[in-house]
Protein backbone atom coordinates (compact mmCIF):
# COMPACT_ATOMS: atom_id res chain seq x y z
CA UNK A 1 0.00 0.00 0.00
CA UNK A 2 1.11 3.47 -0.33
CA UNK A 3 -0.11 7.11 1.82
CA UNK A 4 -0.59 10.10 -0.20
CA UNK A 5 -0.60 13.85 1.56
CA UNK A 6 -1.15 16.70 -0.42
CA UNK A 7 0.21 20.24 0.24
CA UNK A 8 0.15 23.42 -1.47
CA UNK A 9 -3.52 24.75 -1.84
CA UNK A 10 -4.93 27.69 -1.01
CA UNK A 11 -6.04 31.09 -2.11
CA UNK A 12 -4.96 32.48 -5.19
CA UNK A 13 -6.24 35.62 -7.88
CA UNK A 14 -7.54 34.44 -11.55
CA UNK A 15 -4.76 34.61 -13.48
CA UNK A 16 -2.17 33.35 -10.92
CA UNK A 17 0.00 30.09 -10.21
CA UNK A 18 -0.30 27.46 -7.53
CA UNK A 19 2.42 24.23 -7.10
CA UNK A 20 0.43 21.32 -5.28
CA UNK A 21 2.48 18.63 -4.08
CA UNK A 22 1.76 15.18 -3.06
CA UNK A 23 4.22 13.06 -1.30
CA UNK A 24 3.74 9.36 -0.95
CA UNK A 25 5.03 7.01 2.07
CA UNK A 26 4.55 2.83 2.23
CA UNK A 27 5.40 0.83 -0.75
CA UNK A 28 7.94 1.63 -3.66
CA UNK A 29 6.82 5.14 -5.38
CA UNK A 30 7.92 4.23 -8.73
CA UNK A 31 5.71 1.14 -8.39
CA UNK A 32 2.57 3.68 -9.32
CA UNK A 33 1.54 5.95 -11.95
CA UNK A 34 0.30 8.71 -10.32
CA UNK A 35 -2.73 10.91 -10.95
CA UNK A 36 -4.77 14.34 -9.67
CA UNK A 37 -8.28 14.76 -9.85
CA UNK A 38 -10.01 17.46 -8.07
CA UNK A 39 -14.18 17.87 -7.00
CA UNK A 40 -16.10 21.05 -6.84
CA UNK A 41 -18.91 21.80 -4.59
CA UNK A 42 -22.01 19.89 -6.05
CA UNK A 43 -20.11 18.08 -9.48
CA UNK A 44 -18.46 14.17 -9.67
CA UNK A 45 -14.67 14.09 -8.95
CA UNK A 46 -12.83 14.77 -12.26
CA UNK A 47 -9.77 13.97 -14.04
CA UNK A 48 -6.54 16.89 -13.93
CA UNK A 49 -3.89 15.62 -14.99
CA UNK A 50 -1.71 11.70 -14.62
CA UNK A 51 1.85 10.65 -14.78
CA UNK A 52 3.31 7.43 -15.29
CA UNK A 53 5.73 5.64 -13.39
CA UNK A 54 9.19 6.79 -14.97
CA UNK A 55 7.51 10.20 -16.09
CA UNK A 56 7.77 9.46 -19.18
CA UNK A 57 4.41 9.94 -20.04
CA UNK A 58 2.05 12.90 -19.26
CA UNK A 59 -1.85 12.89 -19.79
CA UNK A 60 -4.16 16.36 -19.41
CA UNK A 61 -7.61 16.87 -19.40
CA UNK A 62 -8.36 19.85 -21.82
CA UNK A 63 -9.72 21.99 -19.23
CA UNK A 64 -6.32 22.23 -18.06
CA UNK A 65 -3.85 21.97 -20.79
CA UNK A 66 -1.58 24.08 -21.32
CA UNK A 67 -1.94 25.36 -18.06
CA UNK A 68 -1.33 22.85 -15.88
CA UNK A 69 2.17 20.38 -15.52
CA UNK A 70 2.32 17.49 -13.71
CA UNK A 71 5.65 15.74 -12.62
CA UNK A 72 7.62 13.36 -10.38
CA UNK A 73 10.32 12.93 -8.83
CA UNK A 74 10.73 9.10 -7.89
CA UNK A 75 13.76 10.15 -5.41
CA UNK A 76 11.71 12.29 -3.59
CA UNK A 77 8.59 10.26 -3.52
CA UNK A 78 6.67 13.66 -4.39
CA UNK A 79 4.31 13.98 -7.34
CA UNK A 80 3.63 17.96 -8.57
CA UNK A 81 0.89 19.69 -9.87
CA UNK A 82 2.20 23.29 -11.44
CA UNK A 83 -1.06 25.52 -12.01
CA UNK A 84 -0.64 28.88 -13.79
CA UNK A 85 -2.98 31.14 -15.32
CA UNK A 86 -5.61 29.85 -12.58
CA UNK A 87 -9.43 30.51 -13.19
CA UNK A 88 -12.13 30.62 -10.88
CA UNK A 89 -13.75 27.67 -12.39
CA UNK A 90 -10.67 25.60 -10.79
CA UNK A 91 -11.87 25.75 -7.72
CA UNK A 92 -12.06 22.70 -6.54
CA UNK A 93 -10.52 20.53 -3.45
CA UNK A 94 -7.50 18.47 -5.23
CA UNK A 95 -6.79 15.04 -4.88
CA UNK A 96 -3.24 13.06 -5.51
CA UNK A 97 -4.55 9.39 -6.44
CA UNK A 98 -1.89 6.10 -7.30
CA UNK A 99 -2.22 3.25 -9.92
CA UNK A 100 -0.76 0.36 -9.54
CA UNK A 101 -2.13 -1.87 -12.43
CA UNK A 102 -0.40 -0.62 -15.19
CA UNK A 103 -2.63 -2.92 -17.82
CA UNK A 104 -5.62 -1.06 -16.25
CA UNK A 105 -3.78 2.32 -16.44
CA UNK A 106 -2.82 2.68 -19.69
CA UNK A 107 -6.10 2.45 -20.67
CA UNK A 108 -8.49 3.96 -18.42
CA UNK A 109 -6.20 7.09 -17.26
CA UNK A 110 -8.43 9.48 -16.65
CA UNK A 111 -11.14 7.26 -14.64
CA UNK A 112 -11.52 7.31 -11.22
CA UNK A 113 -11.31 3.20 -11.33
CA UNK A 114 -7.73 3.29 -12.56
CA UNK A 115 -6.39 4.62 -9.01
CA UNK A 116 -6.45 2.35 -6.02
CA UNK A 117 -5.14 4.86 -3.59
CA UNK A 118 -6.32 8.26 -2.21
CA UNK A 119 -4.83 11.22 -0.29
CA UNK A 120 -6.91 13.81 1.42
CA UNK A 121 -7.24 16.40 -0.58
CA UNK A 122 -5.88 20.04 -0.86
CA UNK A 123 -8.54 23.16 -1.33
CA UNK A 124 -7.45 25.78 -3.54
CA UNK A 125 -9.70 28.68 -4.49
CA UNK A 126 -9.03 31.22 -7.07
CA UNK A 127 -11.21 34.62 -6.50
CA UNK A 128 -12.05 36.31 -9.60
Known amino acids: QVQLVESGGGLVQAGGSLRLSCAAS????????MGWFRQAPGKEREFVAA????????YYAESVKGRFTVSRDNAKNTVSLQMNSLKPEDTALYYCAAADNQFYFSSFWGTKGAYAYWGQGTQVTVSS
Open 26 to 33: GRTFSSYA
Open 51 to 58: VTWSGGST
